[in-house]
């Protein structure tokens, strides 16, 4: 599942999950948008903030489309 697709899953905004995975706005934005593609340490931030919903190679899967 894509950050995205669990952001509108859940129903949050992309503030919330910021908090939730100790990042800022905009990085979740740019990492939404693949502008930026996340270190080792901040995928594992947002797999512990999305109980596992959201994992590391959901990032690459999305870089490889």
């Given at each position: 599942?894509?950050?995205?697709?669990?952001?509108?899953?859940?129903g949050?905004?992309?503030?919330?999950?910021?908090?939730?995975?100790?990042?800022?706005?905009?990085?979740?934005?740019?990492?939404?948008?693949?502008?930026?593609?996340?270190?080792?340490?901040?995928?594992?931030?947002?797999?512990?903030?999305?109980?596992?919903?959201?994992?590391?190679?959901?990032?690459?899967?999305?870089?490889?489309?």
């Amino acid at each position: 599942m894509t950050l995205n697709d669990y952001i509108i899953k859940k129903g949050i905004s992309q503030a919330r999950m910021a908090r939730r995975c100790g990042l800022s706005r905009s990085a979740v934005c740019l990492l939404i948008s693949g502008k930026r593609f996340p270190t080792p340490e901040t995928m594992r931030q947002i797999s512990l903030a999305t109980n596992g919903e959201v994992k590391p190679n959901d990032f690459f899967n999305q870089a490889m489309s």
